[in-house]
C-alpha cells in the first residue's frame, strides 16, 4: 500500500493508535505532538517514522513539521487533523473566557493550519484524504462542554466545507465522531464533568454507557478500524461524511 499517513497529536490515545496501525500495514507515518516525552517514545517505537514535537496551534512549529514531510516525501495521501484537548467543564457562566479560547485554539484552529496544508498539496496532487477527528459531542449538546461542544462542531462545518472546496480536485474530506474512548483521557472527562456536575464518576460513566445504543464505550481500535476503511479503495466516493464510532449515541442527556 504504502500511503504516506501523517498525524497531528499522533503521540499518545487515538493518533498514537492510527500511527501504530497505519505504521503496521507498512505505510510512511509522520507525526506530530506537543508533548515531548511522548513524541520521543513514539520515535523509538517507530524509528523509521518522522515524530517531532510541534504544537498545532503554532504557524512556525508547524511549518517546520509539515515542511519536513513535503520535503521527505513530497507530499501526504492522508492527514489527520487529530490533535485535542478537552478543555474547560463548567456552566457557561462561570467559565473563563481564556479557557475557551485556549480550547477552541487547539480544536478548532490548530486543524485549520493542518488542513490548509494538506489542501495545498493534495490538490496539487489530485488526490488525497483529509481526516478530521471531530467527536459525539460534535453532533448534539453536552452539558457543561460548551467550548469543546462548540470546538467539535466547527470541526464538522470545516470538513463538509472543505469536501465541497477539495472535491472537484479528487481529494476526499471527512470527519471521524468518537463515542466516549476508554483510556486515560476519558478518565479525566469523567473526573471533570462530575466535579463541574455534582454527580459521582460512577454515574458520569453511566450516562455515556446509557447514552449509547450498544450499551457501551469505544477502544482507539475501534477508530482505527474506521479510519484504515476511509484511507482505502472500499471508501472511495465516500466523502463530506461524520462517520460516529460510538455504539451509536443520540444524547448524552439520560
Ligand atoms: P489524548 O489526550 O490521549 O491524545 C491527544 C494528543 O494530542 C496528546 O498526545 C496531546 O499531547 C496532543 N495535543 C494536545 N494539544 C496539542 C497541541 N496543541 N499540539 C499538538 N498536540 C497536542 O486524547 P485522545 O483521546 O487520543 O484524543 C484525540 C482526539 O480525539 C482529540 O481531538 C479528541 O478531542 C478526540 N476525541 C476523543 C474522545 C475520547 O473519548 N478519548 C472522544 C471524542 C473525541
Not at 474547560?88 to 457562566?93: S, W
Amino acid at each position: 500500500m504504502g500511503q504516506r499517513v501523517v498525524i497531528t497529536g499522533g503521540a499518545s490515545g487515538i493518533g498514537l493508535t492510527f500511527a501504530r496501525r497505519f505504521h503496521a500495514r507498512g505505510d510512511r507515518v509522520a507525526l506530530c505532538d506537543a508533548d515531548a516525552s511522548a513524541v520521543a517514545a513514539a520515535r523509538a517505537e517507530m524509528p523509521d517514522a518522522i515524530a517531532v514535537q510541534a504544537d498545532v496551534t503554532d504557524p512556525a512549529q508547524m511549518d517546520a513539521f509539515l515542511g519536513k514531510v513535503e520535503q521527505d516525501w513530497g507530499g501526504a495521501d492522508v492527514v489527520c487533523a487529530n490533535a485535542g484537548t478537552g478543555g474547560p467543564a463548567g456552566r457557561i457562566e462561570d467559565l473563563d473566557f481564556d479557557a475557551w479560547r485556549a480550547c477552541l485554539d487547539v480544536n478548532l484552529n490548530g486543524a485549520f493550519l493542518t488542513c490548509r496544508w494538506a489542501a495545498r498539496v493534495m490538490r496539487g496532487q489530485g488526490a488525497g484524504l483529509i481526516l478530521l477527528t471531530s467527536s459525539t459531542s460534535g453532533l448534539y449538546g453536552v452539558p457543561h462542554r460548551s467550548p469543546y461542544v462548540a470546538a467539535k462542531w466547527g470541526l464538522i462545518g470545516l470538513m463538509k466545507t472543505l469536501a465541497m472546496e477539495l472535491g472537484p480536485a479528487g481529494v476526499r474530506v471527512n470527519a471521524i465522531a468518537p463515542g466516549a474512548v476508554e483510556g486515560a483521557r476519558m478518565d479525566r472527562v469523567v473526573e471533570m464533568e462530575a466535579a463541574a456536575s455534582g454527580l459521582s464518576p460512577d454515574d458520569v460513566r453511566q450516562i455515556y454507557v446509557k447514552g449509547s445504543s450498544l450499551r457501551t464505550w469505544v477502544s482507539a481500535d475501534d477508530l482505527a478500524d474506521m479510519a484504515l476503511f476511509l484511507a482505502s479503495p472500499a471508501a472511495a466516493r465516500v466523502s463530506g461524511q461524520v462517520l460516529a464510532v460510538d455504539g451509536h449515541t443520540e444524547s448524552m442527556v439520560p
